[in-house]
């Protein structure tokens, strides 16, 4: 009963350390989550420009002067109390960017009582471009300088009030707004509002139609970086990361990963440390114990055979039996 308690203790312990490996060496997967380094991640925008994740509830707490907030692509609307922290973080000088393509954000826009909507459609340029009509390029213009940004599958802004604030981007002559109507594409020719800028309170909220200049994929693009270090400038950047839908594997590895955290933080990492010391020297001990039995099983069997072929009227089974009786002996003896 004692061994069998062992070995699950171990088991346990032995599925602990595995599963800490793999979520160290498996990232997210997931749109926009800061810790995918793939195509569709933000971890390059994330690592390249040292931003910080916070939850949306968890705004109002921020310093609004000198600090930025990028809300991407996000999929999830905003309850009553997360646009409320927004506010209290522009009435306090925050910065926000908003940077979405088919309107999730739209929500939000809509609570602050900003007249902004996103068209329902996909901005295309057969013209200028990157690779396909998807990937338009757009200018956009800030300070004194003017930056070539590629953008895919997104859309473009219909500005409600023009005299609320001012576009500062644009889509070319040639480019085209694809919407899909009831019996048939509809077109908005170009040039269209793709960045748009309002100030709210004492700080100000940039609008941009399109998420993914974020991505992996396409931050090294044209002028996309450039334009996001022209935007952080020296501010301190944060991102929301509580309004994308997650996948199991991510909330699963979050989870560990910060109870991980909050006990290599607490008094319980001497714990764990001493756990993990236990069971690597117990397993490596029952490993060479089974390993000495094997190597022992295999000399018995040699030292029989040759027995056996020098006297083949001998009986093998006893003495199998007088060998395991001096093994017994043996141990009794040393012990």
Request: net charge neutral.
């Amino acid at each position: 009963m004692r061994d069998l308690i062992l070995y699950i203790s171990l088991g346990l312990l032995v599925s602990f350390i595995i599963l800490l490996l793999l979520f160290a060496e498996i990232p997210s997967a997931d749109d926009f989550s800061p810790d995918n380094p793939f195509y569709n991640g933000l971890s390059n925008f994330v690592y390249s420009f040292n931003v910080s994740r916070v939850a949306t509830k968890d705004l109002s707490s921020i310093s609004g002067e000198g600090s930025i907030v990028f809300i991407i692509g996000p999929s999830k609307n905003f309850t009553p109390d997360e646009a409320f922290a927004v506010k209290s973080f522009l009435d306090k000088g925050g910065i926000l960017f908003i940077a979405d393509d088919y309107g999730t954000a739209q929500d939000l826009l809509n609570k602050l009582g900003v007249e902004i909507d996103f068209y329902k459609g996909v901005l295309r340029d057969p013209i200028f471009m990157y690779r396909s009509s998807y990937l338009p390029r757009v200018s956009i213009s800030l300070s004194t300088r003017n930056y070539s940004v590629y953008m895919n599958y997104g859309t473009a802004l219909d500005i409600k009030d023009l005299g609320q604030g001012i576009c500062l981007g644009y889509s070319s002559v040639f480019s085209f707004l694809e919407i899909q109507g009831v019996n048939a594409s509809e077109k908005i020719n170009g040039p269209l509002c793709v960045f748009y800028r309002i100030n709210y309170g004492k700080g100000v909220i940039y609008v941009l139609s399109d998420s993914s200049i974020f991505i992996n994929a396409m931050i090294g693009l044209g002028d996309n970086k450039r334009f996001i270090e022209e935007i952080i400038d020296s501010y301190v950047p944060y991102v929301i990361t509580d309004k994308w839908s997650t996948s199991l594997y991510t909330e699963t590895r979050l989870l560990f990963l910060n109870g991980l955290s909050y006990v290599m933080n607490s008094s319980y990492r001497y714990i764990l440390a001493s756990l993990i010391i236990f069971a690597t020297y117990v397993s490596i001990d029952k490993l060479l114990v089974r390993s000495g039995r094997r190597v022992l099983e295999e000399e018995k069997d040699k030292l029989i055979n040759h027995i056996i072929n020098k006297h083949p009227d001998w009986d093998r089974r006893v003495l199998e039996r007088l060998f395991d009786e001096v093994l017994r002996n043996r141990r009794e003896n040393r012990s």
